[in-house]
């Protein structure tokens, strides 16, 4: 059994920055590819950022050089560096699995809020 538990999240103004922190327990974490998907009010969870075990990372084209995907094995955590901060941004950030098989249907936990707004 995990759990995953993201901090960080609050109310920030555009071009402001965040740093969210995903906490893993309960899990062999460092095999695992990890992600950071949000969901905004009325919109479908995407993903945004994942990050492979072995530390190769993707973006999604609308956070491309304004968000960083990062891992910590030892920590157990995955760390979301968010820059530029955008109104659009706004949503509810989760982490979970991120790979072939997709996120895991288990591990949603509450979500950490990010609100860009001027």
């Known amino acids: 059994q995990v759990q995953l538990v993201e901090s960080g999240g609050g109310l920030v103004q555009p071009g402001g920055s965040l740093r969210l922190s995903c906490a893993a327990s309960?899990?062999?974490?460092?095999?695992?590819?990890m992600g950071w998907y949000r969901q905004a009010p009325g919109k479908q969870r995407e993903l945004v950022a994942a990050?492979?075990?072995?530390?190769?990372?993707n973006y999604a084209d609308s956070v491309k050089g304004r968000f960083t995907i990062s891992r910590d094995n030892a920590k157990n955590t995955v760390y979301l560096q968010m820059n530029s901060l955008k109104p659009e941004d706004t949503a509810v950030y989760y982490c979970?699995?991120?790979?072939?098989?997709?996120?895991?249907?288990?591990?949603w936990g509450q979500g950490t809020q990010v609100t860009v707004s001027s």
């Open positions: 990050i492979t075990s072995g530390g190769r990372t």
């Open positions: 979970n699995t991120a790979g072939r098989l997709g996120p895991s249907n288990q591990y």
């Open positions: 309960g899990s062999i974490f460092s095999i695992y590819a």
